[in-house]
């Protein structure tokens, strides 16, 4: 028997071998309770989603632009004696014209069941179900009912169990306690991961029950948190024909990191036995057993989901995997990232055209560093090819450096990566833009504004340390500039917040923390612009942001009063013009991982500091640079 083989045969005995019905910890444990799995396979091996009925109950139905919609409940399971039940967003499209495939949407931490997600499978086809995971029955915002529920309505009880943010260390700990399974020993099913995902699975379940939705074509997605459960349930139920997790599921999370030479805590301090945890519950773990095709959407600064042990992750998943990233981003999506995801399910539950296979990608040094990039041949024509590179370890504080991009006959691409030094790991990827025959509406969901018309497919990611780089004698050609930008490229180097709302816009960028931008001792920062009317401004500055290794993260904020004018004026600061929380300012540009400009900025306890409002247009930045 093959790898494959045996791996779908170890998926197909969670599904079709059980032989317990839902867990139920009541009295002494027998000694086969006892025993702890020392394997996926093990954890699972007692569970059977489909031996309990439902019990499922419509508590409302209406329909919204051509969806039905119903607030909905099952059973998940007896702990403890009590039952515990899971509410959920269900929908589908008022005329379906015979059986159509079905999506699970798990929403990320602090959410609940979305009917805008609801909606906008339901707009394209599909029946859709969007499980209230995080819900308590207490109505405690935010843990709270679906979204359109009413004042009354029933919510997700979990019971004699809480695996919902009430309970946070459960996230990360094997260990005993009231909140868990089992109250008197250790065991990988105390975790809270194991009970959502069986819950989670469960909802799988009441959609293959659902007299207009296909069992046999079931995807499920999910965002942050839901993207750790989307892995898990994926990697346990043979049901899942395709999986989107977003901004999370990746392994590794209980293993310390060392970037540029600072070890960094693990994400997860793992409370119980380390390894037991690592083989029954961390998501290395469970992408070799993942049996359908993956698509992994994200921001390249994800804080929650480290952009390199994602691709460390999936190279570990048997079936056809894609990535599309957004750049510069932390726990956001671009539209044409977005728009992958509701395409993948087409491709994959329906039989639509497939998306562009992972372009080929290599990174050669000989000569001085450069990437090429072949996107595959596809009926989506080339909109354009990105290429970026970082000699920071750090996937959530590293500037992504653009490349200057040239097209090569037949198609490919390549981009020269100058470096300026041979003490630090080089890293580089690609984004390639394909263009839509129809343009992909995400209005369902707000804030991505007009139709998609181009979808984001990304490389592999390339790295190679220091060591590699200097046997490979690879010159150094980039030298350090003082300017920081002069938006000859617009803001490729920034991202933006709130973009069209004067009020809130904010521009990003993570240029400060790259050694060829870094502020040099004793120096000023310029912030050239154009702004016709009196305007308040913040400019900010994030320290350490996700560096604890280095030091303490700090915000460091200038408030000015712009007077407005027609032609360009330069705001002159200085290290002493910024202020912390405290009233203290930074010591140095040394260790400023953002600069920020903001109409308005308020830090999360502060009191309103700033009036939100705005005359006349945005600013337009003209340069940012030291002096």
Not at 43 to 54: G, N, T
Not at 149 to 159: K, L, R, V
Not at 463 to 485: G, H, M, N, T
Request: net charge neutral.
């Amino acid at each position: 028997m093959n790898t494959a083989d045996s791996i779908s045969s170890r998926r197909r005995f969670l599904i079709s071998s059980a032989t317990a019905a839902l867990p139920v910890l009541m009295g002494p444990a027998s000694a086969e309770d006892a025993a702890v799995p020392q394997s996926v396979a093990e954890l699972w091996a007692d569970f059977d989603p489909r031996k309990d009925p439902l019990e499922a109950e419509v508590i409302r139905e209406w329909s919204e632009d051509g969806v039905v919609l119903r607030h909905v409940r099952y059973l998940i399971g007896t702990f403890k004696g009590k039952k515990a039940h899971m509410a959920a967003v269900y929908g589908f499209p008022q005329q379906t014209g015979g059986k159509i495939p079905a999506v699970m949407h798990i929403h990320g931490g602090g959410q609940r069941g979305s009917v805008a997600e609801v909606k906008l499978l339901a707009s394209r086809g599909y029946a859709a179900l969007s499980v209230n995971w995080g819900g308590n029955g207490t109505g405690k915002p935010p843990f709270n009912a679906c979204e359109k529920a009413e004042p009354g309505d029933p919510n997700t009880d979990w019971g004699g169990v809480d695996p919902s943010q009430l309970n946070v260390p459960g996230y990360s700990s094997m260990l005993p306690g009231p909140k868990q399974l089992y109250e008197d020993r250790e065991h990988p099913k105390n975790n809270n991961w194991y009970l959502l995902a069986l819950g989670c699975r469960r909802g799988l379940t009441f959609l293959e029950q659902q007299p207009e939705a296909d069992g046999e074509r079931l995807g499920v997605h999910g965002y942050s948190m839901g993207g750790n459960l989307t892995m898990y349930v994926a990697g346990t139920d043979a049901r899942v024909k395709a999986a989107v997790p977003g901004v999370g599921g990746q392994g590794w999370r209980w293993q310390e990191h060392v970037f540029g030479g600072f070890k960094a805590s693990p994400q997860d301090v793992v409370k119980g036995n380390v390894e037991v945890f690592r083989k029954t519950l961390s998501f290395e773990s469970y992408a070799p057993l993942i049996g359908c095709p993956v698509l992994h959407r994200s921001g390249t600064n994800d804080f929650h989901g480290w952009m390199d042990d994602v691709y460390r992750t999936n190279a570990l998943i048997p079936q056809p995997t894609r990535y599309s990233w957004a750049t510069h981003l932390n726990h956001r999506l671009t539209p044409a990232v977005a728009a992958t995801m509701p395409l993948w399910f087409d491709q994959h539950l329906k039989g639509g055209t497939p998306l562009p296979d992972t372009p080929k990608s290599q990174l050669i040094l000989t000569t001085g560093p450069s990437l090429q990039v072949w996107p595959a041949a596809h009926p989506w024509p080339v909109e354009r090819c990105e290429i970026f590179y970082s000699t920071d370890d750090d996937p959530r504080a590293r500037f992504w450096r653009s490349a200057e991009v040239n097209a090569l006959s037949g198609g490919s691409f390549t981009a020269a990566l100058p470096l300026h030094t041979l003490d630090t790991a080089l890293h580089a990827f690609a984004n390639v833009y394909f263009t839509l025959p129809q343009p992909v509406s995400l209005s369902a969901l707000g804030g991505y504004g007009s139709p998609v018309t181009a979808v984001c497919i990304s490389t592999l990611l390339h790295s190679r340390s220091a060591d590699e780089l200097r046997k490979a004698q690879v010159p150094l050609k980039a030298q350090a500039s003082r300017v920081i930008d002069d938006f000859s490229h617009g803001l490729r180097d920034w991202y933006v917040l709130n973009q069209g709302n004067k009020v809130h816009q904010q521009m990003w960028t993570r240029k400060v923390t790259d050694p060829l931008w870094r502020g040099p001792d004793g120096a000023k920062l310029g912030i050239t612009l154009k702004m016709p009317k009196n305007n308040g401004m913040a400019f900010v500055l994030e320290e350490n942001e996700w560096r604890s290794y280095r030091g303490p993260r700090k915000t460091y904020v200038c408030r000015q009063e712009i007077v407005g004018a027609e032609e360009a004026q330069t705001v002159i600061l200085t290290l002493k013009d910024f202020t912390s929380r405290e009233g203290v300012p930074p010591q140095s540009w040394a260790e400023i991982d953002q600069l920020g400009i903001c109409a308005r900025f308020v830090q999360k306890g502060d009191a309103e500091a700033q009036p939100a409002t705005w005359s006349g247009p945005a600013p337009e930045l003209v340069r940012v640079a030291w002096i």
